[in-house]
């Protein structure tokens, strides 16, 4: 018989394998990730946004930012589902604000709805707004809306070496910690 120690050990090693794997970009482990924690996750959307259609949208767009966040994720710092619940609820707190200005509760940015959206090239495939608002930073541009480092420093008419300072720039003020690379 396991002990509850031996058992939190066990799970917490699975889970750095997990999170190893999908880092490594290995979508089977993701899609583990996905029916191991959708339910739960949904269940924490629907609280806030109570409109089902919406839930679905935002743990859609949860799961894909997980994908293009997991590199960025450090398991040392904070545990897996604690990061993937603070990005769901602000993605779901998002989503019924859009509820509070409009009388109508929309899925949040990056949606398959977005008028004239245009595919971003990458890996993840997401769909993001053509239009660039005036007062998108470079982290909106390359880590929530997918964008590449090139078509960042493109929209924003700045060379790849300039977006990568402000990036880490940006990082710095938020109080978020960066290497040199």
Not at 61 to 72: G, L, V
């Given at each position: 018989m396991n002990s509850p120690l031996t058992e939190n050990i066990r799970h917490h090693t699975t889970e750095h394998k997990l999170i190893a794997l999908i880092q490594q970009g290995d979508t089977d482990a993701f899609a583990k990730l996905y029916d191991k924690y959708a339910p739960m996750l949904n269940g924490v959307i629907l609280k806030i946004v109570n409109d089902k259609k919406v839930a679905e949208g935002v743990?859609?767009?949860?799961?894909?930012?997980?994908?293009?966040?997991?590199?960025?994720?450090?398991?040392?710092?904070?545990?897996l589902l604690i990061w993937m619940l603070s990005i769901t609820r602000n993605l779901a707190f998002a989503a019924s604000?859009?509820?509070?200005?409009?009388?109508?509760?929309?899925?949040?940015?990056?949606?398959?709805?977005?008028?004239?959206?245009?595919?971003?090239?990458?890996?993840?495939?997401?769909?993001?707004?053509s239009a660039i608002p005036v007062q998108c930073t470079a982290i909106d541009l390359v880590y929530f809306k997918g964008?590449?480092?090139?078509?960042?420093?493109?929209?924003?008419?700045?060379?790849?070496?300039?977006?990568k300072t402000r990036i880490r720039m940006e990082l710095k003020n938020h109080g978020g910690v960066t290497s040199n690379g």
């Open positions: 743990l859609q767009k949860s799961f894909m930012r997980f994908w293009m966040e997991m590199n960025a994720f450090d398991p040392s710092k904070e545990s604000s859009e509820k509070d200005k409009t009388g109508e509760i929309q899925s949040p940015g990056n949606s398959v709805n977005t008028p004239n959206p245009a595919i971003t090239p990458g890996k993840t495939g997401t769909v993001v707004d964008y590449s480092l090139a078509r960042a420093a493109h929209e924003l008419n700045i060379s790849v070496a300039v977006l």
